[in-house]
């Protein structure tokens, strides 16, 4: 995991932990021309959050890239995914090093 540029979580607002970037279109949908026509190379790349381990490896246990990169391409939008909501809600007051099971990633 490498050093951010924030040690708050975009989704469930922790603090005082490391995040990762992820991305809120899957990079390995860039190629993609439905992807390419919505988004500029720029919006494809600067599209980042930063987030928590936990809620970065929740995201992709319930949604798949294509999912993430035509619908759930936006915090707003992440968080309006029932799920997502969901456990976001429940770890927002648990402490910084509080590790949840993740189910297995959607393929």
Not at 2 to 21: E, Q, V, W
Not at 84 to 100: E, H, S
Request: charged letters at 30%; glycine letters at 2%; a positive charge.
């Amino acid at each position: 995991m490498s050093p951010s540029a924030s040690d708050t979580c975009a989704l469930c607002g922790r603090s005082g932990l490391r995040t990762t970037r992820h991305h809120l279109i899957p990079r390995r949908t860039h190629r993609l021309k439905r992807i390419r026509k919505r988004f500029d190379r720029e919006e494809r790349l600067s599209a980042i959050l930063h987030v928590c381990r936990p809620c970065h490896s929740h995201i992709h246990a319930v949604l798949n890239e294509k999912e993430l990169a035509e619908t759930y391409n936006s915090r707003t939008a992440l968080l309006a995914h029932p799920d997502i909501a969901q456990f976001v809600a429940w770890l927002a007051d648990k402490p910084a090093g509080f590790r949840p099971r993740i189910r297995k990633p959607k393929s």
